[in-house]
């Protein structure tokens, strides 16, 4: 882990108290957003040089960089070192205690980055057209520094609040969490007490091709994950002479009826509400299909339009990946034995049991062993909150005519762990993301348009203040 080029002078020239003047909140108080995006963006760029690529992570590094920002507002920063240099960092905004507090989490660590494939240094924290490049920079440095920005601004303006606001940088989301916010529970539960909501990543406002937002998405529940790993034996003999139930043959046969088991088409109530509401930012064919999409999914002609968005697509059905595939170790010998998994995303009211009698059936053979390697679970939050009223509001007096829209997604976040904790936890992003920036997550050349960071801190802080400020 290597810590590039990080300009403390520039961190304390940071810390000013930003002017309460330009805007108003629903609180009476005053805020200069135009101010707090530029700090914002130079928070960015000095926090994308922290070099916290998971592995190995290094999160103490991004945990006290962000801790001495806020230290430097006067407020207390938690450090908790979770071993083999991997922190997070924990602070909190008291108030009245009249309502259950809200914790704006983010995680520290980011994925690899291949310098090579990037036209600019994916940890160089560079500004280049408007945008502010770097690994993170979407995934979730980005939203961490609007989270962090937010919370600042309510310290500042002195509102008075109804409940906590804690912010909470966690490690090791990357791989999993167990060595990040799954250690939370055991290692220190104060940091969480009397908490409720969660806001972390997850869905965004997807933008089209312009920027120009379509939708605002809120994801209230994430996919069971269930792997599977398939296994047959039979005689090993020589290939000159074939073998009709070999293990090879066993399991491709297995595999085709899996893979072709077509997309069994499942609609939830959120779902349907999902895309009847995106609708209106279709055209063609597709608004069609989305507007009566009870209709859709039952119409085989529609099927391949339906798949054709492999995210939104995901949101009606439960997935099958087929990821590993083993057998043999000579071209001219039939193996006495082929292995196969599955990454399965199932869809948030489908039981484990329920599945794997599912894909037992479809693999027809008692010859194929069918085991189950890995299970997660976690429940749906519910929709009927204040949280998600106050996020529909601040986008209403944005613009009537965008909608906010309740989403599945398919991946793994550490809301789950918070979901575990007994806290309604929602994945959203309050910033503008189009088809050619969602690629760069994960991706090469990962970027944020300035102006979209700009836009997610106002739309957090008017969040927070409708949400968390005494009425």
Same mark, same amino acid.
């Given at each position: 882990?290597?810590?590039?080029?990080?300009?403390?002078?520039?961190?304390?020239?940071?810390?000013?108290?930003?002017?309460?003047?330009?805007?108003?909140?629903?609180?009476?108080?005053?805020?200069?957003?135009?101010?707090?995006?530029?700090?914002?963006?130079?928070?960015?760029?000095?926090?994308?040089?922290?070099?916290?690529?998971?592995?190995?992570?290094?999160?103490?590094?991004?945990?006290?960089?962000?801790?001495?920002?806020?230290?430097?507002?006067?407020?207390?920063?938690?450090?908790?070192?979770?071993?083999?240099?991997?922190?997070?960092?924990?602070?909190?905004?008291?108030?009245?205690?009249?309502?259950?507090?809200?914790?704006?989490?983010?995680?520290?660590?980011?994925?690899?980055?291949?310098?090579?494939?990037?036209?600019?240094?994916?940890?160089?924290?560079?500004?280049?057209?408007?945008?502010?490049?770097?690994?993170?920079?979407?995934?979730?440095?980005?939203?961490?520094?609007?989270?962090?920005?937010?919370?600042?601004?309510?310290?500042?303006?002195?509102?008075?609040?109804?409940?906590?606001?804690?912010?909470?940088?966690?490690?090791?989301?990357?791989?999993?969490?167990?060595?990040?916010?799954?250690?939370?529970?055991?290692?220190?539960?104060?940091?969480?007490?009397?908490?409720?909501?969660?806001?972390?990543?997850?869905?965004?406002?997807?933008?089209?091709?312009?920027?120009?937002?379509?939708?605002?998405?809120?994801?209230?529940?994430?996919?069971?994950?269930?792997?599977? @790993?398939?296994?047959?034996?039979? +005689?090993?003999?020589?290939? *000159? #002479?074939?073998?009709?139930?070999? &293990?090879?043959? =066993? /399991?491709?046969?297995?595999?085709?009826?899996?893979?072709?088991?077509?997309?069994?088409?499942?609609?939830?109530?959120?779902?349907?509400?999902?895309?009847?509401?995106?609708?209106?930012?279709?055209?063609?064919?597709?608004?069609?299909?989305?507007?009566?999409?009870?209709?859709?999914?039952?119409?085989?002609?529609? @099927?391949?339009?339906?798949?054709? +968005?492999?995210?939104?697509? *995901? #949101?009606?059905?439960?997935?099958? &990946?087929?990821? =590993? /595939?083993?057998?043999?170790?000579?071209?001219?010998?039939?193996?006495?034995?082929?292995?196969?998994?599955?990454?399965?995303?199932?869809?948030?009211?489908?039981?484990?049991?329920?599945?794997?009698?599912?894909?037992?059936?479809?693999?027809?053979?008692?010859?194929?062993?069918?085991?189950?390697?890995?299970?997660?679970?976690?429940?749906?939050?519910?929709?009927?909150?204040?949280?998600?009223?106050?996020?529909?509001?601040?986008?209403?007096?944005?613009?009537?005519?965008?909608?906010?829209?309740?989403?599945?997604?398919?991946?793994?976040?550490?809301?789950?762990?918070?979901?575990?904790?007994?806290?309604?936890?929602?994945?959203?992003?309050?910033?503008?993301?189009?088809?050619?920036?969602?690629?760069?997550?994960?991706?090469?050349?990962?970027?944020?348009?300035?102006?979209?960071?700009?836009?997610?801190?106002?739309?957090?802080?008017?969040?927070?203040?409708?949400?968390?400020?005494?009425?």
């Amino acid at each position: 882990m290597k810590l590039k080029r990080v300009a403390l002078s520039i961190l304390t020239a940071l810390t000013f108290s930003l002017p309460l003047q330009a805007a108003s909140t629903n609180s009476g108080a005053k805020v200069d957003y135009d101010a707090a995006g530029k700090e914002a963006t130079k928070i960015l760029c000095d926090y994308l040089k922290v070099d916290t690529t998971n592995p190995p992570g290094n999160e103490k590094l991004g945990a006290d960089f962000l801790a001495d920002i806020i230290r430097k507002e006067g407020l207390e920063a938690t450090v908790v070192d979770l071993g083999k240099n991997r922190s997070l960092v924990c602070s909190r905004l008291k108030g009245t205690g009249k309502k259950k507090g809200i914790i704006l989490m983010n995680h520290i660590d980011v994925v690899p980055a291949v310098a090579a494939d990037w036209k600019h240094a994916p940890f160089g924290g560079e500004i280049h057209d408007g945008e502010i490049w770097g690994r993170g920079a979407i995934d979730m440095k980005g939203m961490g520094v609007i989270e962090l920005e937010a919370f600042l601004m309510l310290k500042r303006s002195g509102v008075k609040l109804d409940r906590d606001v804690v912010f909470l940088a966690t490690p090791d989301e990357e791989a999993g969490g167990e060595c990040g916010a799954g250690e939370i529970k055991e290692k220190c539960p104060e940091l969480v007490k009397d908490c409720e909501f969660v806001l972390n990543e997850g869905f965004s406002i997807e933008a089209d091709d312009k920027g120009n937002a379509k939708y605002w998405g809120v994801d209230f529940a994430e996919k069971n994950i269930c792997w599977f @790993e398939l296994t047959t034996k039979g +005689d090993a003999g020589h290939a *000159s #002479m074939p073998m009709i139930n070999s &293990s090879t043959n =066993r /399991m491709a046969r297995a595999l085709n009826r899996i893979v072709n088991a077509g997309p069994n088409f499942r609609l939830l109530p959120e779902v349907e509400e999902y895309f009847t509401k995106i609708s209106v930012s279709e055209n063609g064919e597709l608004k069609k299909a989305y507007e009566d999409i009870k209709n859709a999914v039952n119409d085989k002609q529609k @099927e391949p339009l339906l798949l054709s +968005d492999l995210l939104k697509s *995901s #949101m009606l059905r439960n997935t099958i &990946s087929l990821t =590993r /595939m083993e057998a043999g170790y000579k071209t001219n010998v039939i193996p006495a034995k082929a292995m196969a998994q599955l990454d399965c995303r199932l869809l948030p009211d489908v039981k484990k049991d329920e599945f794997v009698a599912f894909i037992t059936k479809l693999v027809d053979d008692p010859e194929v062993e069918v085991k189950v390697i890995d299970w997660q679970s976690n429940e749906p939050s519910k929709l009927q909150t204040e949280l998600y009223e106050a996020i529909k509001t601040v986008a209403k007096e944005e613009n009537p005519n965008i909608p906010v829209v309740p989403v599945i997604v398919p991946w793994f976040t550490d809301s789950h762990w918070m979901r575990e904790l007994g806290m309604t936890a929602y994945g959203f992003q309050p910033i503008e993301v189009d088809k050619l920036h969602l690629a760069t997550m994960h991706g090469k050349d990962e970027r944020l348009p300035i102006k979209s960071l700009e836009n997610g801190v106002r739309r957090m802080h008017k969040i927070l203040v409708e949400f968390c400020a005494a009425k």
